[in-house]
């Protein structure tokens, strides 16, 4: 893959790093960095599947069904990561290598994502989010803004797979949801609450507490939780 802008992009004040395809109408702020094999504004599947009859498919091709995306200013897209189009992205946005946000998703302001996460469509994701390595958000979740997750946290949105309802998790402002821990479909993480690292969450989880377990239950208060974390923050390794 060489460099490929679509004539309806608008890009300006923009870095590029090596090949990368730009599709569609999609938006990128100044100040921005795009790193080697991105593709933002990529196809949804019922426009990729109406190019099958072709033959010798080009990226003019796949341009031409891309409504594109919109990325706010200031942002870093590090190597093979995939943004679909329909996805609209905040100022100061930062992701790892190799990430993918599917169509439909939101993200607000000051958020990083990191390498090999999946955003996988119809996700509203709010300011300050902070998401590790290798966290998979299914289409219909929720996160509000502050929220801090750990790599390898996992989200469903099925309850008796594979079904026809969905329903996603949704996390409640500043929550933090440990490394490995995983959320049933339809759960409320309460605000501010914290969740452990391999933690498996079927029910609610109320606001300022602490859950731990499999499946998950509360151990503590968030206010003990942040008078330990002060204390081992103040510890001279």
Same mark, same amino acid.
């Given at each position: 893959?060489?460099?490929?802008?679509?004539?309806?992009?608008?890009?300006?004040?923009?870095?590029?790093?090596?090949?990368?395809?730009?599709?569609? #109408?999609?938006? &990128?702020?100044?100040? $921005?960095? %795009? *790193? +080697?094999?991105?593709? !933002? @504004?990529?196809?949804?599947?019922?426009?990729?599947?109406?190019?099958?009859?072709?033959?010798?498919?080009?990226?003019?091709?796949?341009?031409?069904?891309?409504?594109?995306?919109?990325?706010?200013?200031?942002?870093?897209?590090?190597?093979?990561?995939?943004?679909?189009?329909?996805?609209?992205?905040?100022?100061?946005?930062?992701?790892?290598? #190799?990430?993918? &946000?599917?169509?439909? $998703?939101? %993200? *607000? +302001?000051?958020?990083? !994502? @990191?390498?090999?996460?999946?955003?996988?469509?119809?996700?509203?994701?709010?300011?300050?989010?902070?998401?590790?390595?290798?966290?998979?958000?299914?289409?219909?979740?929720?996160?509000?803004?502050?929220?801090?997750?750990?790599?390898?946290?996992?989200?469903?949105?099925?309850?008796?797979?594979?079904?026809?309802?969905?329903?996603?998790?949704?996390?409640?402002?500043?929550?933090?949801?440990?490394?490995?821990?995983?959320?049933?479909?339809?759960?409320?993480?309460?605000?501010?609450?914290?969740?452990?690292?391999?933690?498996?969450?079927?029910?609610?989880?109320?606001?300022?507490?602490?859950?731990?377990?499999?499946?998950?239950?509360?151990?503590?208060?968030?206010?003990?939780?942040?008078?330990?974390?002060?204390?081992?923050?103040?510890?001279?390794?």
């Amino acid at each position: 893959m060489v460099g490929y802008l679509s004539s309806k992009a608008k890009v300006g004040g923009v870095l590029f790093e090596g090949s990368y395809a730009v599709l569609g #109408g999609t938006f &990128i702020g100044r100040g $921005s960095l %795009i *790193g +080697d094999a991105c593709i !933002i @504004g990529y196809p949804i599947r019922a426009s990729v599947k109406s190019l099958m009859k072709l033959n010798n498919l080009s990226l003019d091709d796949y341009d031409s069904v891309s409504g594109g995306s919109y990325i706010g200013v200031n942002a870093i897209l590090r190597s093979n990561s995939i943004i679909y189009e329909s996805v609209k992205i905040g100022d100061n946005f930062e992701c790892g290598h #190799g990430i993918l &946000i599917r169509e439909k $998703s939101v %993200i *607000g +302001d000051n958020v990083r !994502i @990191g390498t090999g996460s999946i955003i996988d469509g119809d996700v509203s994701i709010g300011d300050d989010v902070n998401i590790q390595s290798s966290v998979y958000i299914p289409p219909r979740c929720i996160i509000e803004s502050g929220v801090f997750i750990a790599p390898r946290v996992c989200f469903t949105n099925d309850r008796y797979p594979p079904s026809r309802r969905l329903l996603g998790v949704t996390v409640k402002r500043n929550a933090v949801l440990g490394a490995n821990s995983t959320f049933i479909s339809g759960v409320t993480v309460g605000e501010g609450a914290v969740v452990a690292a391999g933690a498996v969450v079927t029910r609610d989880v109320p606001p300022h507490v602490v859950v731990a377990g499999v499946p998950a239950k509360i151990i503590s208060t968030t206010s003990n939780f942040n008078k330990k974390k002060r204390l081992w923050e103040s510890v001279e390794r």
